[in-house]
């Protein structure tokens, strides 16, 4: 079972996150645009558009690994091609993280700060690594994250669809097993709730729809300052 909700949150008069759930093509898309003008809503829009056209016309012999790398490469180049003609449009971009679902395995790919978490015997794992500044000064020992998180701002990413003439991908995948449940969520939400918050919430009950709209409710409860995005995967 798949459910996505997405939300304006408590502060932003316009929501730049985009999501796309198609259950049959066992597909799930999240992206989480930037730019001034409205110009987000454009570009995280136009991703979600372009790679669900491409996966849906690229079932039959293709892996998902070279599917999901079209589709976001696409994506990318649309994205920049749009920007190139419309002031409104200059300097967008989007984070982006998308899934298939095949055989048994969970094929992810992503760019950006947009997450997917996996729920395995309740033990919650961040599966994919931020493109950001704060993760890179992590990551090189600078700073702890939890001094990271005061001293650097969260919103400045190192890599997104659109921003740059080239873009890396990446990609992995992993086996699915008996009662596994997986998150994809943009920064709204993961900014908004701990780990551990949402771990006991994708853990708490068989009603899927009622985790995701439970997880929106608790970010705006919060007045969260950024669009919220989620989509719940569970029944395995």
């Not at 304006?8 to 008069?13: A, D, L, S």
């Not at 259950?23 to 645009?33: I, S, T, Y």
């Not at 967008?92 to 997917?116: C, K, P, Q, W």
Request: glycine residues 8%; proline residues 1%.
């Amino acid at each position: 079972m798949m459910v996505g909700h997405t939300d304006t949150g408590k502060t932003r008069t316009s929501n730049e996150d985009c999501i796309l759930c198609v259950p049959a093509l066992g597909v799930a898309l999240l992206a989480d645009g930037m730019g001034g003008h409205s110009a987000g809503e454009v570009a995280s829009r136009t991703a979600v558009d372009t790679v669900h056209a491409i996966l849906k016309q690229t079932i039959r012999g293709v892996s998902p690994h070279e599917r999901l790398e079209t589709a976001l490469q696409a994506a990318h180049s649309v994205i920049r091609e749009k920007a190139k003609h419309s002031i409104r449009c200059r300097g967008m971009g989007t984070t982006f993280i998308g899934i298939i679902i095949e055989n048994g395995y969970l094929h992810h790919a992503h760019v950006g700060d947009s997450r997917l978490y996996l729920l395995r015997e309740q033990q919650l794992t961040a599966v994919t690594h931020d493109h950001s500044l704060l993760q890179e000064f992590i990551d090189q020992g600078l700073y702890s994250r939890e001094e990271a998180e005061q001293k650097v701002s969260r919103n400045i990413l190192t890599r997104a669809l659109g921003l740059e003439p080239q873009v890396i991908i990446d990609y992995d995948y992993l086996k699915i097993n008996k009662g596994d449940r997986f998150l994809l969520c943009s920064d709204g939400l993961y900014d908004m709730l701990s780990e551990h918050e949402l771990g006991a919430l994708l853990g708490r009950s068989h009603d899927v729809e009622g985790i995701a709209l439970d997880m929106l409710e608790l970010a705006n409860a919060r007045r969260s300052k950024d669009n919220v995005s989620v989509i719940v995967i569970a029944g395995f």
